[in-house]
């Protein structure tokens, strides 16, 4: 590829020496931030300085790819009003958790009742057939699935439904501690048989560190928020096609996938086993990695669909390599290029979108992602404001993969990440 031409575009990004935009050593997990995992979470101390930068108060804020909702708790905080919109009903069922507040007395109040039972359940050896997924036994020791079935009967029987959730989303985590998964990964790999061998996980005890944990992150949610604060609107859905009526829009703050989830992050893997085992929907729940942008590759390249000089050389050099990859490169391209376009129809004019992306590298091509992002938006008719370039501290990302899937073969994929802002001009 003419890595020159690309270097000339780069030059256009501010670097965030003259204003930190690292926030290295920040808390990223605070408040209800904290509460459950979720890969590539986008760090809040950025969503609320473009908050602060871009809208004001009671304006409309949307998160097209809002995964675990770190746009909204922001939002909420600071008295925006907010929509989020994904297609992993794990992300919707973390989003909802986050964002809805509950009082520490009631969340304590529950706590004891779901212990007790929990416990009186263990104690009468109570068997409960755990929700249908595929190979339990497989990811699950038998005796960690009869627990686990324990702890779900027992928060089963709350009858609020908020604060039902906020204890499957602690039941969420247990899971994660508990089963064969190999931790730190977004894949699912399971452990190695060693490993697994001496591997006795205290289900119990597990679950209820994550709710002593979870408790206190919630009160100071509560406590922080303001007095009228808007609750956000939660749709699972694909942001190509949403009902967001045109022009409603005051701002947009999200952070798009890296790349189709087969190669990058699978969020719908990193979610299965726990989405499963709180009761979202089997065939939904499987079919997130296929359903996210440039999940199925399908559509030949056409030079003429996208006109992005920039997107065409890097296509031409990854076909070099390899002609699939070249392929997924361009679907995922196509289908983020209709999500710009939803982000346009529903921005009201004078808006604008910040777009947080990590540029990647594909059969050892590294792929300008924030530069084809501003062509592909001038073309819908945004207007190229700026783009802030900043080094990722901590964000939790494969920091190395191996691009032809040779095992012991790794590249570096993203170490900084760029912060496009288009304007609806
Ligand atoms: C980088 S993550 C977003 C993380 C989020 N900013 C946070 O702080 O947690 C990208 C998200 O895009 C979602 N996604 C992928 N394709 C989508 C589509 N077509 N419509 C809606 N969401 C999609 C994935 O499920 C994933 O949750």
Redesign the pocket.
Known sequence: MDQTRISDYDSEIEDSKSEDWTFSGADTKYFTHGLHP?????IPQIVNRLLNLYSNPTDLIW?????????LVESMLSKRQSIG????PF?IFLSRVKTRPISPTKLKESKSNVFDRMHQLKKEQKRFDPPKMPNIDYWFASDVQLDLGIIRHAIDSISNESIRNFFLLCLSSTVRDVSYLKKREFKIVRMKKEKMKVFKPDVLSSFISHVDRCIPLMAGFKRNLPESYFQPEIIE????DTPIESESIDLII?????GD?STT?A??QFSRYPALWIGLELESVKT?DK???GGRAKREYDQNALESDILDLTFSAIRKRSKKRARDFYNFFF?LNQ?LMEMFRTLRENSVACI?VGNRSMSRIRIPTNLIIVELGERIGFTHERTIGRDIPTKRMPWQNAPENIEGVSADTMHTENIVILRKT
């Open positions: 979720y890969p590539a979470r986008m998160d097209p790819f809002c995964g675990s909702g770190s746009t919109t994904d297609l992993n992300a859905i694909d942001n190509r999200t952070s798009p996938p890296y989830h992050v969020y719908g997130v359903r996210g942008l289908e999500s947080v």
